[in-house]
């Protein structure tokens, strides 16, 4: 099983779930975090560091966001690694309580 970066990241992208990670499987994308689901050790020790609860088991992911799944799977075969937290951008308490923002992922 994996953990699963869902929409609610995109255009947030806080990283404090990068810090708690042991086996450094986050990836950073422009405006995303995803999780590589292979390094992933369903350690659960990042779900509840993510301020805008966009993390969420593959098993327990909410409805209409199964496709994050293949979509981290996929991103974090190209994007870098990501082991330390950074600054937020600038507007992402504008993004937070944003639906359907999966119009907005920078590839």
Known sequence: MTFVVTEACIKCKLTDCVEVCPVDCFHEGPN???IDPDECIDCTLCEPECPVEAIYSEDELP???EK???LNAELSRVWPVITEMTDP???ADE????KDKLQYLER
């Open 32 to 34: 995303f975090l995803v």
């Open 63 to 65: 409805p209409g966001q």
């Open 68 to 70: 994050f799944l293949e």
């Open 89 to 91: 951008p600038e507007d």
């Open 95 to 98: 993004w937070r309580d944003v």
